[in-house]
């Protein structure tokens, strides 16, 4: 061996433990940057692997009448899930013989969830009866793959429907995603109603469980002991102003008739009943969704989705004529005794048709025999001395033509129009005198929904407050800790109790002598009302009747509106009468009225027909 | 006998340390709680390691019994009868995960590949030594030496196992360069290595790396020919990594690459190994969970936690005190290994060292660096510490022979 030979031995070997010294060293480093310098990152990354969140539904709250009567509960339903990729499909015999079903049938379902996810769970059969359900439990060892769920749905132990106030519950859409956090997919969400209106106090509080779960998903248990777990806080009970024997009781009265009926406490707006005809059944929307009824609610001419109490506009026609009346007053274009001379029509550019019987009529007579003269007249002297707006604003003031109070979605403000709104609508100035006078029968523009009615009737029956209409009297939190509800009343300063009470006079003696003499009156109660019909371009006018009871410090206010019923006097009339009677007595005593309302037929008042003498309405 | 004093004990004792940690990895991986999600044949792959690291002991003990010339004189022979093994180990060999290198041989199965590593060290240290005016620079006598390399290199490829025939290529660089091949001649044939991979992250990266590698040919050889022929290789090998990137590769390979380059991309598919390795060693921290208690390792997000990503159980549970003790212990084997290679006074002996030395390093090297995202995923045992049973036992002889020709050092020399 040369030196030369050793020389290069001790290089190499030098050169060899430097590459490799180097070398060792960067792997070293980044086991160093890995573990001390992104070690925060990746620790919480390991924990996110092995941890995973579980949430547990809370139970909504419940859903009380105002006598503590339970409406709204929850039912547990049972559903058995798959996982696709853990079932063995030789188990399809076995297991369609525990469900009693065929195995095509089985065996279709399992290949739409296969369809959905291979690797996640999804639902197999949802509303299986609780033996079957047990069954399936006692076999789940021999079935890998198949799983079972406890859920709940809505039930509604009352034979009320209140579909329209209670409203119904549908999976939350993408939308509600984004804007709740704490929603997740397939969570159901309130869509109409008080579910919807009252969404997040009936919700109550997710539940979170930390699971420990290995790389294949399979949970290991609690983690922690709990240390972590949130439990699930229950919804709040929501307590409502509803009386359940008066809601069944209207319900069944409105049935087969297209429209809406309201009874209200008028000093409070607490609301009693409140019923919108054609309505649907919650209780096939309830649970696993029943995608043909859903179709025919929806597709339904009738329209038994929209709830025609708060929503409908329609002209309120003579109903309108107390408002008129108080405004009148208090204008002073007229004083109680103010006279006006009815020729069987009112002649202004053109002939306005007066059904009352011709002769003097001051103000009550005229809200009694329903005077259009009387109102045409003094729409006129308001309109040429130009205080339409003021008028307009007077109006507003009884809740019509602004947007509604209640505690409902999609209530309509409908329209008292003033004179920006009949510019926009014509044109400056392209309207006339001839556009206006109608509003003083309750023609014309304006329109109302029959909660405004209602309300606007509780403020003449008050003593001039204004309320608010609102069907929720009270929250239980989970605790037990109830929060009252009482939205304040506000007294209209110019509304004067004298003006009032002409007025109430008037409504009076269109239950004892006018329109309402056949079906509204009751000889024990002291009913005051008036009736009013709305034109309508498609068949037969729609009935309009608003009542108060009893006359002196009333209780109730009822309001009720049927579509296409010819006359008001024996649609809507009978029917707010039957609600009063139902609401103090208890029980109905005019049998013969109960029978006419339940098995009414509408008479077309422009048939030559003997049975009815044509009056104003 | 010799001195015992001479004996590498601290080589000896690094080996059952390595050994040890490598045993409580596996204990950690197999038998801690992730077991219930295991096979019953993964779980004995504790108790099978703990036998194979108690014949191993035994082997090396009598592996220094014997005199350092059998190595030379058997060297041959036992090339012989490792391509025989070989060659049935194809015909008739037994496939697991994808590798057809396993030879069912009674109860055990043997990887003839792994002794084949032995007996090419062997063999071409012989032949490479065997006479004194034998050069690598002599081009026919290199050209012998490869051959003799890349014939067992061909048939482990054949065995469809890509890390170990790149264990095998490794040898060849490192045998020829000890062998008086020319510094820039050497780095000229690992040129390609360094270059793929740079190429393989970004081809920018792979051009400058070949700028750089010939101008330091060029500097250390002075030879024009050998530097334009570094750069036209070095420009050839970017080509070809792109062209297997764009063209040749499967997609199966190409997704390994690319969730190397970027684990972000298919995070469930090619990428998770690579993300839930990083985040078991990240997470282990300083100190790390504690033995058994390590959420990646027992609620097996690690694939192949006893073999391939056993590091990564070191790290997640003893944390980086764990992994720095095991990475310092290898440097120091390392060093320690070279250092002895040179006080042989017989270039057999330096030559056999030096290569196990590589052979170490190279799998040090590709496992840790896969387990820690460094390089891509290939597939190659820590030494000493991942399960195992002929890998173990190669490794030993290996090392055992090192230790044997250390041990007799100075009876051992070419003027005896």
């Known amino acids: 061996m040369t030196t030369g030979q050793t020389n290069r031995t001790r290089t190499s070997i030098r050169a060899l433990q430097v590459i490799i010294f180097g070398l060792t060293f960067i792997v070293l480093g980044r086991v160093f940057y890995l573990q001390i310098v992104e070690y925060d990152m990746y620790a919480a990354l390991g924990q996110e692997n092995s941890i995973r969140q579980e949430y547990i539904d809370p139970a909504r709250g419940l859903i009380y009448d105002r006598n503590g009567r339970l409406i709204v509960d929850n039912e547990p339903i049972f559903s058995i899930t798959i996982t696709p990729s853990l079932f063995d499909k030789s188990n399809i015999p076995l297991l369609s013989s525990i469900l009693n079903i065929p195995d095509s049938l089985l065996a279709s379902h399992i290949q739409q969830a ?34 079972h769920q406890i859920e709940s749905k809505r039930h509604y132990p009352t034979g009320m429907k209140a579909s329209h106030l209670l409203g119904y519950l549908r999976e939350a859409n993408e939308n509600e995603y984004q804007q709740i956090s704490t929603l997740r997919l397939g969570d159901k969400v309130g869509k109409s109603g008080l579910e919807m209106i009252y969404q997040d106090t009936l919700r109550g509080r997710m539940g979170i469980n930390y699971l420990r779960v290995n790389a294949l998903g399979q949970a290991l248990g609690n983690f922690e002991d709990n240390t972590l777990t949130r439990t699930p806080v229950q919804g709040a009970d929501i307590i409502t102003t509803l009386d359940t024997d008066l809601q069944i009781f209207a319900e069944e009265l409105m ?24 309505s649907y059944d919650l209780d096939r929307l309830a649970g696993r969704l029943d995608l043909d009824y859903w179709q025919a609610i929806n597709t339904d001419s009738t329209t038994p989705l929209y709830n025609r109490a708060i929503s409908s506009r329609q002209p309120p026609g003579s109903i309108f004529k107390p408002l008129m009346g108080i405004i009148g007053l208090h204008l002073g274009i007229i004083t109680p005794e103010t006279e006006v001379y009815n020729s069987g ?21 005229a809200i009694t025999f329903s005077s259009n003269t009387y109102f045409l007249s003094l729409m006129d002297q308001i309109a040429t001395s130009g205080k339409l707006n003021e008028w307009s604003d007077l109006i507003n003031d009884f809740g019509l033509g602004v947007p509604n109070a209640v505690d409902l979605p999609n209530a309509n403000a409908g329209i008292i129009p003033d004179s920006t709104y009949l510019n926009n609508r014509f044109g400056d100035r392209y309207w006339g005198l001839g556009d206006v006078l109608n509003f003083g029968i309750g023609q014309g523009m304006i329109s109302v929904s029959p909660i405004q009615i209602a309300q606007m009737t509780s403020t003449i029956a008050n003593g001039g407050y204004r309320i608010k209409p609102h069907l929720v009297q009270g929250i239980k939190d989970p605790k037990g800790n109830l929060t009252n509800i009482h939205p304040q009343r506000k007294k209209i300063e110019w509304i004067k109790d004298e003006y009032l009470d002409v007025i109430k006079r008037g409504m009076r003696g269109v239950v004892v002598e006018g329109s309402g003499r056949w079906y509204a009156n009751h000889q024990d109660i002291e009913i005051a009302g008036k009736t009013g019909t709305a034109q309508n371009p498609h068949g037969l006018d729609h009935g309009w009747f608003t009542s108060f009871a009893p006359m002196d410090n009333p209780e109730i206010v009822v309001t009720a509106f049927v579509e296409n019923a010819g006359f008001a006097s024996r649609s809507a009339a009978p029917i707010a009468s039957l609600i009063i009677e139902k609401y103090f007595m208890g029980e109905i005593s005019r049998n013969w009225i109960y029978e006419h309302v339940i098995n009414f037929e509408p008479i077309d008042p422009e048939a030559n027909n003997d049975l009815i003498t044509p009056v104003n309405e | 006998m010799n001195n015992l004093r001479e004996f590498s004990w601290s080589v000896l004792f690094t080996w059952m340390l390595l050994s040890a940690i490598g045993l409580i990895a596996i204990y950690s991986a197999t038998q801690g709680p992730v077991s219930q999600f295991l096979p019953e044949y993964i779980q004995n792959n504790f108790f099978k390691q703990s036998a194979w690291v108690l014949i191993s002991l035994f082997v090396l003990i009598a592996v220094q019994l014997v005199s350092p010339r059998t190595f030379i004189q ?29 030879l069912r041989l009674g109860p055990a199965n043997l990887q003839a590949s792994e002794l084949m590593k032995i007996a090419t060290i062997l063999a071409t240290a012989n032949y490479l030594t065997s006479r004194r005016d034998i050069s690598a620079e002599n081009v026919r006598y290199a050209l012998i030496a490869v051959v003799i390399i890349l014939i067992p290199t061909i048939l482990v490829f054949l065995q469809n196992d890509l890390g170990t025939a790149l264990i095998f290529l490794a040898l060849i660089p490192v045998m020829l360069f000890w062998s008086g091949l020319p510094y820039g001649v050497s780095l000229f044939m690992i040129s390609p290595a360094i270059i793929v991979y740079l190429s393989v992250i970004e081809w920018y990266y792979g051009a400058i790396a070949a700028v750089i590698l010939t101008c330091v040919i060029f500097f250390v050889q002075r030879r024009l020919w050998l530097s334009i022929a570094s750069l036209v290789t070095g420009f050839l090998t970017i080509s070809g990594v792109q062209l297997a990137i764009t063209q040749l590769l499967q997609p199966h390979q190409i997704a390994r690459i690319a969730a190397f380059t970027n684990p972000s991309y298919d995070p469930t598919g090619a990428g998770w190994n690579v993300i839930q390795a990083k985040t ?25 936690q006893w073999t391939d990503f056993v590091f990564c159980v070191i790290g997640e ?16 084997l390392f060093i320690r290994l070279l250092n002895m290679a040179g006080n042989h006074k017989h270039p057999f002996a330096q030559l056999v060292t030096v290569s196990v030395t590589a052979v170490f390093f190279v799998h040090f090297f590709i496992n840790v660096g896969s387990a820690s995202a460094l390089l891509p995923v290939i597939g190659l045992p820590l030494p000493f510490i991942s399960y195992g049973g002929s890998a173990f036992l190669t490794n030993t002889i290996m090392l055992a022979i090192c230790l044997n020709m250390d041990f007799y050092k100075r009876e051992f020399s070419i003027y005896r």
């Open chain 1, 114 to 147: 296969q369809d959905y996810s291979w690797h996640r769970t999804s639902r197999l059969f949802t509303e299986i009866d609780f033996s079957t359900f047990s069954a399936v439990q006692e076999n789940l060892w021999r079935l890998p793959g198949i799983g």
């Open chain 1, 255 to 278: 049935e087969g008739k297209r429209g809406a009926v309201i009874a209200m406490n008028p000093n409070t707006g607490a609301i009693l009943a409140m019923v919108s005809s054609p």
């Open chain 1, 345 to 365: 029509a009112y002649i202004r550019g053109r002939a306005y048709r007066d059904l009352a019987d011709i002769g003097e009529y001051d103000l009550e007579k």
């Open chain 2, 74 to 102: 058997l060297s041959y022979a036992l090339y012989a009868i490792g391509i025989i093994l070989m060659l049935l180990t194809l015909a008739f060999g037994t496939e697991i995960n994808g590798a057809k290198s396993w």
């Open chain 2, 280 to 304: 078991a060693i990240g997470s282990g921290g300083l100190t790390g969970k504690g033995f058994l208690e390590g959420t990646q390792t027992q609620l097996k997000f690690l694939p192949e």
């Open chain 2, 317 to 332: 549970e003893f944390g980086f005190i764990g992994a720095a003790i095991v990475i310092l212990a290898f440097l120091f």
